[in-house]
């Protein structure tokens, strides 16, 4: 369960209004994973936190999420993952966001990732990895400061 603490109003009216450029993000749920519910609530804070926000709902392919992160033009691809497939997907997802063009996007994951597929993942092109536990204004901090400029 995606904590709740530290996600107030006051917070996301700060994030709000202290973004100066509109960074793009697409929230992906790749595979046969039916759990959602993270994922939303992802969605719906960076969005109040005055993100671009994308949601592709369920069961995604690799190619849709690849398409729709082109179609979109995101600064960050941000992928939640509790199937245990994240080994398979998350290097798939960069290596075809990359190869079309988006190589400077930032890529997420989330979701419930064991200790020793970090390194695996972060050699993939993964940048960061955010497991159950990780508060909303930590995210919302990372990608205001790791998301790519683009005008």
């Known amino acids: 369960m995606i904590p709740f603490e530290g996600f107030t109003e006051s917070i996301v009216k700060q994030a709000a209004s ?3 450029r509109r960074i793009r993000i697409l929230i992906a749920k790749p595979g046969l994973d039916g759990h ?6 992802i969605a719906r804070a960076l969005r109040d936190a005055g993100f671009e ?14 398409n729709a992160a082109i179609q979109e033009d995101v600064h960050v691809v941000g992928v939640s993952i509790l199937s245990g497939a994240h080994n398979a997907l998350m ?5 075809g966001v990359r190869a079309a063009g988006l190589s400077d996007a930032l ?11 970090v390194d695996g ?4 092109g993964t940048h960061m990895i955010f497991t159950p536990g990780a508060s ?15 005008s």
């Open 136 to 150: 909303l204004q930590e995210i919302i901090d990372y990608i205001k400061e790791h998301a790519p400029s683009r």
């Open 121 to 124: 993942l972060r050699k993939a």
């Open 18 to 20: 202290s973004s100066q």
């Open 53 to 66: 926000v994308v949601y592709t709902g369920l069961h995604q392919t690799p190619e849709m999420i690849i």
């Open 36 to 41: 959602d519910r993270g994922a939303k609530v």
């Open 91 to 95: 290097p798939e997802i960069i290596n």
């Open 107 to 117: 890529f997420l994951l989330g979701g419930i990732i064991p200790e020793e597929d």
